[in-house]
């Protein structure tokens, strides 16, 4: 596949990720790169064009990041994005200035004449303001091309290096997209390659000439990640391919049967191990879920390698890692911390017996959903809510034990059962249950009792990297507190999370 590519520089602001997906949306491949990397990289990596994304900081700040400067003499067109467009102004030689003129909110964009950036758009429209610096003089040869009330220079361009003051990217800015695929198609004269279709087929032919006569072991949870990557290699290499399916005690209740009998009519082999005392034992007492997470990963490769040995030799690994894993497991470095550890990214040993395959690793949770359905994996896959690697390890705070791991297994499978029951399910990204070593009164008959308090998390979101809380009518909620209460021992109380994504994470750790 010929792959257009847009590189987004992050430094550090709340919608790079955004940005990110927006570009995908409008058919054109973007990679977000922390801003450190060098003009060389870049450039080796032949992008169309290159977006700076918007930051908290302020560029005359003291170590405010900035980008190599020499990605200004490369020839590509840039597009800045809020402290984007100041790192511009900055590195050309014009001058950024608290302003006591600060916009946050709506602001009306005026347009005095077409350009490029706003083909289609007409005189004004309205923008999303975030920003407390603003542009006092601009470079040589820049000239404003909009302005806002507050904003003189709340769009500015030189050649093919534009900057705009305000988040295209938000749907607070309404004719957003139609600037952003201006950038892309107007500007970078970008063609739209990046399509799921596209991808299958280059997916395929790329596994083909990785793999060629070797044999692939593919680490199988049942979530639509590993099913999309096991049913992609076996389009690819059919028999070659063998998928490993761990029950490690962490999973869904009636998880693996689950799994099993749909991987018996996709016709893929399937080595099914049921190792959950093996993993539970390991876990025993462990408080910290980077712990957990790493020495769940450990094991996992552990368990993968006895198996090659077992069923003759494997040369690859095959896994559904995917874009946020890298991303929120701090792969890149740059202003993006390290949110968790993803147990297929930082759990691998540094020894590996393997080589990897890992064909989604360029794609977000939804765009994954769309090869799936390309590709005609089983809805009953497709529809399913994400889950962690590690399982329900990672949905008990505190002290691991068995007795928070039942709970937290029969109080979210109540969930998705009246979530279903209410045609909810479908509807909302994800929804389960968390436990921690609280306990509170409960009344149970005519007794007093100290029980668990058990935490209802459903979310709505798109790819991931935001989310917010469902709104979900009083009397599904009250259907879900009274069973957990009524069926699961040692639980007195049911509360509701209502933090979103950020500054929460949708998993509890």
Sequence with gaps: MTKENIIVLDFGGQYSHLITRRIRDLSVYAELLPYSKSAKEIESLNPSGIILTGGPSSVYDDNSPKPDSRIFDL????LGICYGLQIIVDNLGGSITRTDKREYGKATLSIPSEEKLFYGI????????SHGDATEILPDNFKSIAATENSPYAAICSNNIYGVQFHPEVTHTPDGIKILKNFLYKICDCKGLWTMDSFVDSSISQIKLQVQNDSVLCALSGGVDSSTVALLLHKAIGDKLTCVFVDHGLLRKNEANEVLAIFDKLNIKIIFHNE????????TDVIDPEIRRKLIGQEFIKVFEEISKQNG????????TLYPDIIESAMAEGPTATIKTHHNVGGLP????????????????DEVRDVA???DLPVSIIKRHPFPGPGLAVRIIGKFTNEKLSICKDASHIIEEELKKANFYDSVWQAFAFVGDDQAVGVLGDGRKMGYIVTVRIVESTDAMTADWVKLPYDILDNISTRITNEIDNVSWVTYAISSKPPSTIEPQ
Excluded at 75 to 78: G, R
Aim: no cysteine; hydrophobic share 45%.
């Design 75 to 78: 020839n590509i067109p840039i």
């Design 350 to 365: 540094e020894n590996l017996d393997f080589q990897l395959i890992e064909p989604l690793r360029e794609l977000y949770k």
């Design 276 to 283: 959950s005392d093996r993993f539970l034992n390991l876990l």
């Design 313 to 320: 030799s494997f040369k690859w690994l095959a896994q559904g």
């Design 373 to 375: 359905k390309l590709i």
């Design 122 to 129: 007409g005189s004004k429209t309205d923008v999303w303001m």
